[in-house]
Structures are given as C-alpha cells and as structure tokens.
C-alpha cells in the first residue's frame, strides 16, 4: 500500500467520521464546526485529484463562506430548544433504511460499470491547468452562458435572502 | 484561442438578454421612485415582458435545422422557442395579476426575482449541456423559494417558501448526483454527445438505468409526479396566489421542457426502462391527484391536486417518447399555460374583494359577476377537457400518443380519470352559479388590467380550441426537432 | 496510485450521511448542512471523474465551479427563509412547521 493510498484512507475516515457526526450531534455549533471538517477533507481529496484550485475554492467558498454563514444562522435561532432535546423526526428509521439501500443500490450499480475498475488517472496534458479554466470561463464556445447566468443566480438569490431575512414591522 | 460571437448567437440569447436589461431598469426604477408611485414597478415589468415576447418572436425564431451555439450550451429549435413563449407569456399573465396585490406589487424585489426566475426558464427550455440546464433549473427555483415565502409576516407564506426550498435542495443534489453518474459513464456533459458515447455500447444498461432513475426524481419533483408531489398542495396554497400561478403553470412547464429533452435526447437506448417508470408516475399522478382534489374545500389546494393530475396527463406524451408524444406535451402546455392562468386570474379577482380561497365563498359568484363566473366556467371546462376549449384537444392528443405508443391502458386510465377531474370542477361551478349566498347582490369590482388579462388568457384559450391547425404545428415542428 | 473505485464509494457515502441526514433531523439548520454535504459527493465525483476519465477536457471542474456557485446561492436564501420562519413562529423544527397538513 502505497503512501497516497494511505493519506486517502485517512481522509476518507475522516470525511465519513465527521459528516456522521455533524448529522447525530445535538449541539448544532459542534455539528457545524463537525461539517467544517468534512468540507475540509473533501479540500484534501481535490489536492489528491491534482485540482489545486478547486481545493483554494472549496476552502474560500465552502469554509471560508457557508459553514460560517450556517454557524451564524445556529446562532441566531437558538431559541428553538425543542429540535435539540429531540434531534431526529418519527421518520429517523426509516431515513436511515432509506439511507442504507440507496447506498447499497449505488455501489451495485456502480460496480457494474467497467470504468469502476480503472487504477490510475490518464496524464494531463495541459500545462497550465488553471489558464485553461479561465479561458474555458470567458471563451464563446466554452462556459461564457453558465458563467454570466451563474453570476444573475447569485445576485438574485444575494437580493432574495436580504429581503426575506430583513427584520420588518408588523404589517408591513 | 477565444472564439467570436456571431449574431446568431446573440439572437438566440435575445429573450435572455432583453429579460436582464428589464432586471437592470427595475432596479434603477425602485431607488428613484417615491412610495406612493410604486405601483408603476409592475406596469414597468409587465410593458418589457410584453416587448420580450414580441422581439422574441420576431428575432429570435430557429431555423429549420436545429444548432447548437455557445459552445454547445444551448440548442436553438422550435422547442425551445416555444416554450420560451410559454414562459414569458406566463411571466406576463404573472405580473399583470399581481397589480394591486399587497403589499407585492410595490416591491422592486418581487419582480426582479420573477424576470431571474423567468430567464431560468427560458434557458432551461434550450439547454444542451447538463451544466447549463443544472444552473438553468436551479436559476429557475431558488428565486422561486423566496417568491414562495415572499410575504414574510404571513405564517402560511412563510411556511411555504421553507417547505419548497427543503425539498427542492434535497431533490436538486439527487438530480445533480445523476448528472455527475451521467458525465462519469460519457465523459461529456454535452446532452447531444452522451447519445453517441452510450451509443458505442460500453455503459451496461443496469448503470445507466440508475442514472436515469436519478434525473428522473429530480425532474419528477420539479414537475409534481407523484409521489413526488407531496411538497405542491402546501405550497401551491401557502404562496401568494400570483406566484402559485406561476410555479403551477410556467414552472411546471420548465420541468417538462427539461423532461422532454433530456429523456428523448440522452436515453434513447433505454427507452423501455425509462419511458415505463414515467407511466407509472403518471398513471399515479392523475389517479392520486383526481381522488385527492374531490375532497378539497380551498379553490387553491384543489387546483394544486388539480395541477398534479394535470402533470401526469402530459406525462403520457412524454412515456409515449415519439414525435406525436412530444408534439401532445407541447400543446398541452400552450393550452394548460393560459387556462390556469385564467383560472388563477380569476381566483386572485374573487380574493381580493371577497378575502377568501373557500370554494364556498364562491356561492352566488354568478350573480356578482356574471363575466367573472363566464371566465371561471371556461377556463374549468377546458381544465376538464369539455371541447370545444382547447383542453379538449390537448387531452385527445396525449391519449392518442399514448395509444400510438401502446400504452393503451395508461389512456384508458387518464379517460376514466378525466371523467373523475370533470366531477369535482362540475362541484366549484355548481357552487359558482346555484349556491346561495347573503352577499349575492353585492358588486365585485374587476381592475382594469385584471380583466384585460382575463380577455387575453380566455380568447387565447379559445382559439387553441377552435383553430386548432397552426397551433399543432407548431407543436409538431418542435417536436420534430428533438428526433 | 488510488482506484477510481475508492473515490466513488466514498462520494457515495457521504451522498448517503447526508440524504439521511435531510430525511431524518428536524432542525432546518442541520437539514440544510446535510445537503451542502450531499453536495460534496457530487463534486467529488465530478472531480474524480475529470481526473481519471477526461483529464483534458476541463468541464467536468467547471462543473464543479458551477455547484460552488449554485451551493452558495442556495445556502444564502435557505438561511435567509429559515431566519425569517424563526423569526414568526419561534420555530425551525420541520415537523413543527405544519400550518398546513403535509
């Protein structure tokens, strides 16, 4: 077993360690700080894809910005005590079943795909990774439509949540 | 390095483009004007929606042969183009129904989110690549969230908003994980090149019969297929009724726009496994939504079951797979768009004088207003199929494309459903025009716009009943485009 | 080097905590964090595919870029309704908001 092998053994625990113990913690800022940790890990695993500038992201974008946010949002409805002293719904055993076979159904399905066997990564050949990224952003026959309406989406949705979280009147 | 941009290009994207300018002057409008003068925000929208639709038909139209532009993103076909109609002509009807609603038609916000929402649509109707119709959908859904919960101190609005952004979150990341299945097995994420590449045969069936599955759910939730539907009654009632006439009529529209294209284009060699799950979601979605809607007692919530029924009838277009089937969904939404919309239309007129969505409060609505009972009447005929409205023919033709494709047991099953949907509409317009009411005598008042909407939705649906030719071959012409 | 097979099975894992996780708790909060983990499986899959499939064709990362994008967008109104439905109710509990039958 080779090193990489092992980082990602680890990793993997990890992710799986803390996202089981964000989704059974009752102290919501110890599941969020636990969520932070699987972002994290899934950080590690874009740096064993060779994606260094997905990792940079997911740290900005994914700690840096919505775990934050999320744990702003825990703090600001804290009031609510009874979804702590009873973390889970009627329907926890059978979302856990649910849970299991999906699981279960994806490995069989996947399992039947001949590229599920495949061991090593294809070489890249580009030299600059990253450039292509850009250029594929701004390029009319690449993503130009998915990046401006990406940026409309995120400017309606920034408009949406102020309006919808601003404290108003009654009334009003 | 850097392609060029041709003006085919940017014509293909001139809905898009005119819808975000729109954005742009809503936004300057709301910081100059004074609060009094608001109301013109709407007017603003509801003139430059009317100017999209007509640039958008007359600059924008395909040509024969369907392209593909922007880098493969999107395809510019007859498909697309008509739903692009159908959505602005729901945006418009929208806005128009939403002058005088308070305290909506006085917020920039409100109509901002609803042009974002409606240039989703547009490209969802002609997205050729997983990336853009993910994006497109979910530019589609989450100003519709806030829409939803757009009156924020109403509990029930509130409520609805939550429950729809829960669910529509949970179901995207399972439609999503489809996708990721999909341009794993392909290596491509253009919708056009996944036919090749399982066309070479490496994928087994069983593999992309999962993936399939997948996008299958998500789509099936945006459309309210049952079972995925149980999210659509709460919302549909919660929501402000202008959006609830939206979400049920444009939004609905979107998912199928979406369903079409994707299941035809992309599984071609499953056609058998997919097209029968969608039989059986359809069959439950006319059987579950008919039986619940008997029970109803709100004019919303019975359209809401209405609404799921109304899916799993164009759903038999789509389990029928071939150019009549696809040509029926069309059709079905050009007819469903603008009599819901008359029926919304009329639901909001009622509620803004009477202040209730009971259908007993409807009782004697007759004799208050006998052109507001007349819109009522022929929009919930053409609900129910009663020819000559244009739900009749839309009807006929989903059967059909579920007889040509074999599934004569599902259009047995939507006739026998058809006659239980004519029972409970029979119901409200029985209420309607023999109920008995202390406030009979009393006048309600129908703003101007509101009745100019009204004329529009019930002569266009009129029309798709009696001149029937040109409409259905449109419908066939972007049906064609897809095979 | 890592099978591909490693990478998939533990995106699908992490795809299940989090389904669970949206089925099962009541806190809308904690909901919401198991989709932006649900979230992650799918981009690791997009990335482990980009990586070993077509490492030259670079859609599969924008498509990563584009759930970022998506996820945040997400996120910021999903708080925001959240924020506002506690505000009017004192409540975030799924199976409390119920004005309506479900």
Redesign the interface.
């Known amino acids: 077993m080779s090193t990489v092998q092992i980082v990602f053994l680890f990793v993997g625990f990890m992710i799986l360690l803390a996202a089981w113990m964000m989704v059974s913690r009752s102290n919501l800022v110890h599941s969020a700080l636990w969520l932070v940790v699987a972002l994290f890990g899934v950080a590690v695993l874009f740096v064993l894809l060779e994606a260094g500038y997905l990792a940079v992201i997911q740290v900005l974008v994914y700690i840096g910005a919505i775990a934050i946010l999320m744990i702003f949002a825990v703090m600001l409805t804290r009031g609510d005590v009874e979804s702590l002293t009873h973390i889970t719904n009627r329907y926890a055993g059978w979302a856990a079943v649910m849970g299991a076979f999906l699981l279960f159904g994806l490995v069989i399905v996947l399992g039947q795909w001949p590229a599920f066997q495949t061991t090593s990564p294809e070489a890249i050949e580009s030299a600059n990774p990253v450039l292509d990224l850009g250029m594929a952003f701004v390029s009319p026959d690449g993503f130009t439509v998915p990046f401006i309406v990406a940026s409309v989406l995120l400017l309606a949705a920034f408009i949406g949540a102020i309006y919808a979280a601003f404290p108003r009147k009654k009334g009003e | 390095m850097i392609g060029s941009i041709s003006s085919e290009m940017i014509l293909a994207i001139l809905p898009e483009i005119v819808l975000l300018a729109l954005v742009a002057v809503i936004f300057v409008v709301d910081l100059v004007v004074s609060d009094e003068r608001r109301g013109m925000l709407a007017t603003i929208t509801a003139v430059g929606l009317l100017l999209t639709l007509v640039l958008t038909a007359l600059f924008s139209r395909p040509g024969p042969e369907a392209v593909l532009l922007w880098g493969g993103m999107l395809r510019h076909d007859w498909l697309a183009f008509i739903f692009k109609i159908i959505f602005l002509v729901g945006a418009l009807l929208t806005t128009i129904f939403t002058i005088g609603w308070e305290p909506i038609w006085r917020k920039g916000e409100f109509y901002v989110l609803l042009l974002t929402s409606t240039i989703g649509m547009t490209l969802v109707g002609a997205s050729g690549d997983l990336i853009m119709l993910f994006l497109a959908i979910e530019t589609t859904s989450i100003p519709l969230y806030v829409m939803a919960g757009f009156l924020t101190r109403d509990d029930k609005s509130n409520e609805a908003g939550f429950k729809y952004l829960l669910f529509g979150a949970m179901m995207t990341a399972v439609m999503l994980y489809g996708f990721s299945l999909l341009y794993g097995f392909t290596g491509t994420t253009n919708i056009y090149e996944l036919t090749t590449a399982i066309g070479a045969g490496e994928i087994p069936a069983a593999v992309l019969v999962g993936a399939a599955v997948l996008v299958l759910i998500g789509f099936g939730f945006k459309v309210a297929m049952a079972p995925l539907h149980f999210w659509a009654p709460d919302v549909y009632e919660g929501a402000p009724t202008p959006v609830t006439a939206f979400l049920s009529t444009a939004s609905k529209a979107a998912g199928f726009a979406a369903l079409t294209r994707v299941m035809v284009a992309a599984f071609p060699s499953i056609t058998l496994e997919w097209t029968t799950l969608v039989a059986i979601g359809a069959a439950l979605s006319m059987t579950l939504g008919n039986l619940i809607a008997l029970s109803q007692t709100n004019i919303k919530r019975l359209l809401a079951y209405s609404s799921v029924a109304h899916a799993g009838y164009a759903l038999l277009g789509v389990a029928a797979a071939s150019e009549l089937g696809v040509a029926s969904v069309v059709y079905y939404f050009l007819v469903y768009v603008v009599t819901n919309m008359a029926a919304f239309g009329a639901i909001i007129v009622v509620y803004r004088v009477v202040g209730s969505d009971e259908i007993a409060d409807y009782a004697g609505l007759h004799r208050r207003q006998p052109l507001l009972g007349l819109v009522l009447l022929l929009a919930f005929l053409s609900l129910a199929g009663i020819p000559p409205m244009g739900g009749f023919f839309a009807k006929i033709l989903v059967f059909a494309a579920a007889v040509e494709a074999g599934l004569i047991w599902l259009a047995v099953l939507g006739v026998l459903n058809a006659i239980i949907g004519l029972y409970y509409y029979l119901i409200v317009l029985k209420v309607m025009y023999v109920g008995e009411s202390k406030d009979a005598d009393k006048p309600l008042p129908v703003l101007r716009p509101h009745s100019a909407g009204l004329v529009v939705s019930v002569v266009a649906l009129l029309v798709l009943g009696f001149v029937f030719g040109p409409f259905y071959q449109w419908a066939v012409s972007s049906a064609s485009a897809l095979f | 080097?890592?099978?591909?097979?490693?990478?998939?099975?533990?995106a699908?894992?992490?795809?299940?905590?989090?389904?669970?996780?949206?089925?099962?708790?009541?806190?809308?909060?904690?909901?919401?964090?198991?989709?932006?983990?649900?979230?992650?499986?799918?981009?690791?899959?997009?990335?482990?595919?980009?990586?070993?499939?077509?490492?030259?064709?670079?859609?599969?990362?924008?498509?990563?870029?584009?759930?970022?994008?998506?996820?945040?967008?997400?996120?910021?109104?999903?708080?925001?309704?959240?924020?506002?439905?506690?505000?009017?109710?004192?409540?975030?509990?799924?199976?409390?908001?119920d004005?309506?039958?479900?």
């Open positions: 080097m890592i099978p591909l097979s490693w990478y998939l099975i533990l699908a894992a992490l795809f299940c905590i989090g389904f669970y996780g949206v089925l099962a708790r009541r806190n809308a909060v904690v909901i919401l964090m198991s989709v932006e983990l649900m979230l992650n499986a799918v981009n690791i899959n997009l990335v482990a595919f980009w990586r070993y499939l077509n490492p030259n064709d670079i859609s599969g990362q924008v498509f990563a870029i584009i759930v970022f994008a998506v996820a945040a967008a997400e996120v910021a109104v999903g708080l925001a309704l959240v924020i506002s439905l506690y505000r009017n109710r004192k409540t975030i509990s799924v199976d409390e908001v004005l309506m039958k479900w």
